[in-house]
């Protein structure tokens, strides 16, 4: 296939399978304007499927940068309230979202922390009413990545320009099955296998974890009547959607007060526009009461100040070592990528999902059964090749779920 063919299969791929866009339905999608060939061919794709409207909003990132650079931080303090307003009115009525990851990884590695702290911090608050009916799946959304120049050069320091940009689409397109002969099916078989090892850990019922490998030693409650999830998942209309493409985990959310111990990153945190690396996190009855950074250290600092939800835990997902973008050998720089290529947590906000009836639960109910209800979410890799993983029955029973990097059972 050539560079149109394959941004059409792709685009199609993603609107078929990802959003499942509905009839009559209306689709937004947010993107960088570096990537503008494939919102194009999503906006085809969806009106094609029947979609009402197809909105796009676009982001440049140099502007951005010039943000950063210029703006007074009172800027990144507050949200307009038209900017809420609209993506409230987008949940009222049930409009399907994609994102588009391309912007480069590092955009903001310059940036002021501060300014990068506030931002996270008001949108947070902004989008919360968002962000939870995300979670609980009340309209179609998804997450996927275009390449760019400066991503590609990155990823593939030897190669430049377009050159380096086609290479990471070849990448990318493997990762979400597009190479293949019906992507659809693909995705259908690739959703009931998660589905199943979702099923048996559900089945376990483990009390807690304990995981351990050479940067991380650490035990992670779970919460009584979680629910392990697979990779699709069903909207408020029973509608079939896949919110991460790719994806290879199986996940539930963990008890954000029965975590103890230290867990270490093994791949790069691309967060805010900046990238975090080389950091250790020590767990105190569910906080993080130390830590430590080579690279971001201010940024890891402001985002862990977020709110005090900030510095639990709201997510653990289990992926193999030998996974297809583990396997690959690539670092995206990525978190949509680079969590599919490793066991990690997430900092920040539960899924309502990842527990029994828990999205019928409220606020506060949540937290009581032990759900993080931070305004932020935050995943970063901590698994590889010798990360051996425990289950823990009530009754003490050890089970090996993980021995080097990859599942046992």
Request: with cysteine.
């Amino acid at each position: 296939m050539n560079y149109k063919e394959i941004v059409k299969k792709y685009a199609e791929t993603v609107v078929s399978v990802g959003l499942n866009v509905q009839p009559d339905q209306t689709v937004v999608v947010t993107a960088d304007i570096d990537a503008i060939d494939f919102v194009r061919e999503v906006t085809k794709a969806a009106y094609e499927k029947g979609a009402r409207e197809v909105i796009q909003k676009l982001t440049d990132g140099p502007s951005s940068q010039m943000k950063f650079e210029y703006a007074p931080i009172e800027v990144f303090e507050h949200i307009p309230q038209y900017r809420i307003d609209e993506t409230n009115d987008f949940v009222q009525n049930k409009v399907a979202h994609l994102r588009v990851y391309s912007q480069t990884p590092e955009l903001l590695k310059d940036a002021d922390p501060k300014k990068i702290a506030a931002q996270a911090k008001a949108l947070g608050e902004a989008n919360k009413d968002f962000s939870r009916a995300v979670g609980r799946y009340d309209f179609s959304w998804c997450i996927v990545g275009f390449p760019n120049d400066k991503w590609g050069e990155l990823v593939f320091p030897e190669l430049k320009g377009e050159d380096a940009k086609l290479k990471l689409l070849e990448a990318m397109i493997k990762a979400v099955r597009v190479d293949q002969d019906d992507p659809v099916a693909a995705w259908k078989l690739h959703n009931e296998t998660l589905n199943k090892k979702a099923q048996q850990l559900n089945e376990k019922a483990y009390d807690k974890l304990h995981y351990k490998s050479s940067t991380t030693d650490v035990e992670i409650g779970l919460t009584k009547g979680h629910v392990w999830l697979g990779a699709s998942a069903i909207n408020s209309d029973g509608v079939e959607i896949q919110v991460n493409m790719p994806t290879e985990e199986v996940f539930t959310s963990p008890d954000y007060r029965r975590v103890n111990g230290v867990i270490g990153n093994t791949r790069p945190l691309a967060y805010q526009g900046a990238i975090i690396d080389d950091f250790k996190l020590t767990f105190k009855d569910g906080v993080v009461t130390d830590f430590e950074a080579g690279v971001g250290y201010d940024v890891l600092k402001n985002m862990l100040n977020n709110d005090e939800g900030a510095r639990r835990l709201g997510e653990i997902a289990l992926v193999p070592d030998d996974s297809p973008i583990s396997n690959s050998g690539i670092l995206y720089y990525n978190t949509l990528y680079d969590e599919n290529a490793s066991c990690h947590v997430a900092l920040g906000r539960s899924f309502p999902n990842a527990i029994k009836d828990g999205k019928s639960l409220s606020k506060e109910e949540l937290m009581d059964k032990g759900l993080n209800q931070s305004m932020i979410h935050v995943d970063f890799m901590m698994g590889g090749s010798d990360l051996s993983i425990d289950g823990i029955k009530e009754d003490g029973t050890v089970e090996p779920v993980f021995r080097d990097g990859n599942w046992v059972i």
